[in-house]
T-cell receptor
Framework: GENVEQHPSTLSVQEGDSAVIKCTYS??????FPWYKQELGKGPQLIID?????GEKKDQRIAVTLNKTAKHFSLHITETQPEDSAVYFC?????????FGAGTRLFVKA | GAVVSQHPSWVICKSGTSVKIECRSL??????MFWYRQFPKQSLMLMAT?????????EQGVEKDKFLINHASLTLSTLTVTSAHPEDSSFYIC???????????????FGEGSRLTVL
């Protein structure tokens, strides 16, 4: 089955700097890779996703890149702001289910 | 985007009582809903997959008699924690997959979560 690994578990950056979170997956047949942001006490919210037919997708300050050969995908946040502080989860489909990474706790220091 | 509403957002109950949590898809129909449990500083742990009109599929180690799931319509799934104990205290989250969504995309919409505290 699918296995998703996420790094780092914690990331602290200065406001305005960039943050990068990486995930690897094991199932080469996986074709959809979402990223979720979870704020304290709330459910996860989809912030960006990418399908396997493209290598990069960007939405304002957020971008996701996908390397199918290496089976890894990354979340890039530029010009970070304090409100970006949250836990971020990557995910990949595991059959009918969705397999989540362990999460990255991002701290953006003002 | 699609909206999933979860209620209540928090609940406190006495040990031995049962608690019901509702998960509703507000603007789309969901053939499949998922229930997760999340401990502090940990990832989401899938408890069960809820399919409209059929029995839920539970993950290994999850007691189906303890966590009753009902998915009676395309817009509502409920999770009932029966005879709750303090160790059942946790953050419970539901998610729904749209009827129109590709089953392989994993495109999910999450509820706001329900924090259960059992005294």
């Amino acid at each position: 089955g699918e296995n998703v690994e996420q790094h780092p578990s914690t990331l602290s950056v200065q406001e305005g700097d960039s943050a990068v979170i990486k995930c690897t997956y094991s199932d080469s047949a996986s074709n959809y890779f979402p990223w979720y942001k979870q704020e304290l006490g709330k459910g996860p919210q989809l912030i960006i996703d990418i399908r396997s037919n493209v290598g990069e997708k960007k939405d304002q300050r957020i971008a996701v890149t996908l390397n199918k050969t290496a089976k890894h995908f990354s979340l890039h946040i530029t010009e970070t702001q304090p409100e970006d502080s949250a836990v971020y989860f990557c995910a990949a489909p595991g059959g009918f289910k969705t397999i989540f990474g362990a999460g990255t706790r991002l701290f953006v220091k003002a | 985007g699609a909206v999933v509403s979860q209620h209540p957002s928090w609940v406190i109950c006495k040990s031995g009582t049962s608690v019901k949590i509702e998960c509703r898809s507000l603007d789309f129909q969901a053939t499949t809903m998922f229930w997760y449990r999340q401990f502090p500083k940990q990832s989401l742990m899938l408890m069960a997959t809820s399919n409209e009109g059929s029995k839920a599929t539970y993950e290994q180690g999850v007691e189906k008699d303890k966590f009753l799931i009902n998915h009676a319509s395309l817009t509502l799934s409920t999770l009932t924690v029966t005879s709750a104990h303090p160790e059942d205290s946790s953050f419970y989250i539901c998610s729904a997959r749209s009827l129109a969504g590709d089953l392989n995309t994993g495109e999910l919409f999450f509820g706001e979560g329900s924090r259960l505290t059992v005294l």
